[in-house]
């Protein structure tokens, strides 16, 4: 009575009146745990078929997959289910996991159009998806390859440059008294501050 009700009000789009009738057929059923009936098992798989599919017009993507799985807990091969599951994982950016339900589809019904039509959505969605990430991988590797340059001129410029300085008089070389070497050997020339010679 429950799924007849829910089966009217979604042909006449209430989808959400519908969803909560189904919701009512799952939980007088689940109740009875101990029944393992066939009978019980189709009305359970129906009503959660039902409420996936309801909640995928209503755009309500996660809840669509969730219903869908516990239908393909009922019936692992239920194709429905699969490709309900399958749309939903789509519609929720996840393009690889919805290919493997339609492949899943193909592979219970091979002439299944529609799982097709949706297995070629899910390949080209990868591939853009592919070239949309090699896109950014190389923009950011250009961006780190050019912060590491500027990174080592940045080093390069703090460190000192010791070859101008070479054979230089320092201040402090100016401004000191000779040391015993220096008193020892006066004939040493230099380098002063100017770049001339200088005797020590």
């Not at 194709?79 to 589809?105: I, S, V, W």
């Not at 070629?120 to 923009?139: D, F, G, H, S, V």
Request: hydrophobic share 35%; glycine share 4%; charged share 35%.
């Amino acid at each position: 009575m429950f799924k007849d009700k829910g089966t009217a009000y979604f042909k006449a789009g209430k989808y959400e009146l519908a969803i909560k009738l189904y919701t009512k057929v799952q939980t007088f059923l689940e109740q009875e745990k101990d029944s393992t009936g066939e009978e019980r098992n189709n009305l359970l798989l129906a009503s959660y078929l039902n409420v996936a599919l309801c909640h995928l017009k209503l755009k309500d993507y996660y809840e669509a997959k969730m219903a869908a799985t516990n239908a393909l807990k009922i019936d692992p091969l239920c194709e429905k289910a699969l490709f309900r599951r399958g749309q939903a994982f789509l519609y929720l950016a996840e393009p690889e996991l919805a290919r493997n339900d339609f492949t899943e589809c193909l592979k219970i019904d091979p002439n299944n159009s529609a799982a097709k039509a949706q297995l070629a959505i899910c390949t080209k969605t990868l591939k853009e998806q592919l070239k949309k990430e090699k896109r950014i991988y190389a923009n950011m590797f250009d961006k780190f390859a050019k912060m590491d340059t500027q990174r080592e001129e940045f080093e390069k410029k703090k460190q000192p440059n010791v070859m101008s300085s070479v054979g230089e008089w320092g201040q402090e070389d100016r401004e000191r008294e000779p040391s015993e070497f220096e008193k020892e050997n006066p004939d040493i020339l230099l380098l002063n501050g100017t770049g001339e010679f200088k005797d020590m």
